[in-house]
């Protein structure tokens, strides 16, 4: 079929439609927009409305299966779950990381709204912890929403995994120049408040997902009556910290002036 002829809506179409609506609507439409960015398949064929339906149905396939399923995910139980063959799959994907990767997109493209939208604004000197806990607990929910998806690309990352790994680092640096921008006007770099934010951004990310993880949480013992405050509000507060000593002068002095 040539990509300009008309094409017929099929039943599964409509499925797939209905299992795109039932995701929250940002992240339906980021996963709509995504895929309407996209113009070629990897074989470099131009892509019409039924290959961009297509790549919605994977996706859709993968972000819901990673959710609910226990079993690792791979690109033949993606393909089942979105009830198409193994060509159709890979005409899109090389290896189950491309796909996590293309999921991951429209799940980061919601930061915006979920967390990233909370730490814009500079917070005053006199509510800032009230700020810095409101931005820990929307990244918690952020995570908690997405946590095995999260959480997968996470341990792929610790596998040394390169491309897991360059995008945990780029899904982290919007935060980090945020966090900079609370502090100061250092530019974004290697400056002593990037170290303090990037150092920030480890332990909270460290925090979120040791909260939303239930296997680990079992390991270390922290059980369902234990309310993910413990590591929150402490996250919150040394955020609060941070920031209020930047803002005095304080992440500014020279390393070896510390030691003095």
Same mark, same amino acid.
């Given at each position: 079929?040539?990509?300009?002829?008309?094409?017929?809506?099929?039943?599964?179409?409509?499925?797939?439609?209905?299992?795109?609506?039932?995701?929250?609507?940002? =992240?339906?439409?980021?996963?709509?927009?995504?895929?309407?960015?996209?113009?070629?398949?990897?074989?470099?064929?131009?892509?019409?409305?039924?290959?961009?339906?297509? $790549?919605?149905?994977?996706?859709?396939?993968?972000?819901?299966?990673?959710?609910?399923?226990?079993?690792?995910?791979?690109?033949?139980?993606?393909?089942?779950?979105?009830?198409?063959?193994?060509?159709?799959?890979?005409?899109?994907?090389?290896?189950?990381?491309?796909?996590?990767? @293309?999921?991951?997109?429209?799940?980061?493209?919601?930061? =915006?709204?979920?967390?990233?939208?909370?730490?814009?604004?500079?917070?005053?000197?006199?509510? =800032?912890?009230?700020?810095?806990? *409101? %931005?820990?607990?929307?990244?918690?929910? %952020?995570?908690?929403?997405?946590?095995?998806?999260?959480?997968?690309?996470?341990?792929?990352?610790?596998?040394?995994?390169? *491309?897991?790994?360059?995008? $945990?680092? +780029?899904?982290?640096?919007?935060?980090?120049?945020?966090?900079? $921008?609370?502090?100061?006007?250092?530019?974004?770099? %290697?400056?002593?408040?990037?170290?303090? @934010?990037?150092?920030?951004?480890?332990?909270?990310?460290?925090?979120?997902?040791?909260?939303?993880?239930?296997?680990?949480?079992?390991?270390?013992?922290?059980?369902?009556?234990?309310?993910?405050? $413990?590591?929150?509000?402490?996250?919150?507060?040394?955020?609060? =910290?941070?920031?209020?000593?930047?803002?005095?002068?304080?992440?500014?002095? +020279?390393?070896?002036?510390?030691?003095?």
């Amino acid at each position: 079929m040539k990509p300009d002829e008309p094409e017929l809506i099929t039943h599964l179409d409509i499925v797939e439609h209905s299992r795109l609506a039932a995701l929250p609507p940002t =992240l339906a439409a980021a996963v709509t927009q995504a895929c309407a960015a996209v113009s070629h398949n990897i074989n470099g064929q131009k892509l019409g409305r039924k290959g961009r339906v297509t $790549r919605e149905r994977i996706l859709t396939a993968a972000i819901d299966l990673i959710e609910a399923a226990q079993e690792p995910v791979t690109l033949g139980r993606v393909a089942r779950h979105a009830s198409l063959g193994m060509t159709s799959v890979y005409n899109y994907f090389t290896d189950i990381t491309e796909l996590l990767l @293309a999921t991951l997109e429209p799940v980061m493209a919601t930061a =915006l709204d979920d967390y990233l939208s909370v730490i814009e604004e500079r917070w005053p000197d006199d509510a =800032l912890f009230e700020h810095c806990y *409101r %931005f820990v607990r929307s990244y918690h929910g %952020f995570w908690l929403r997405h946590s095995r998806l999260l959480h997968l690309r996470n341990a792929l990352a610790d596998q040394q995994d390169a *491309r897991m790994m360059q995008h $945990r680092i +780029e899904s982290s640096r919007p935060i980090i120049d945020l966090l900079v $921008r609370q502090m100061s006007d250092e530019p974004l770099g %290697f400056g002593p408040h990037t170290s303090m @934010a990037t150092m920030l951004m480890i332990g909270i990310e460290r925090s979120v997902t040791l909260v939303t993880d239930r296997e680990l949480r079992r390991l270390v013992n922290i059980g369902p009556d234990i309310s993910e405050d $413990r590591y929150l509000v402490p996250g919150a507060r040394l955020m609060e =910290l941070a920031i209020s000593d930047a803002r005095s002068g304080g992440a500014g002095r +020279e390393p070896m002036a510390l030691l003095d």
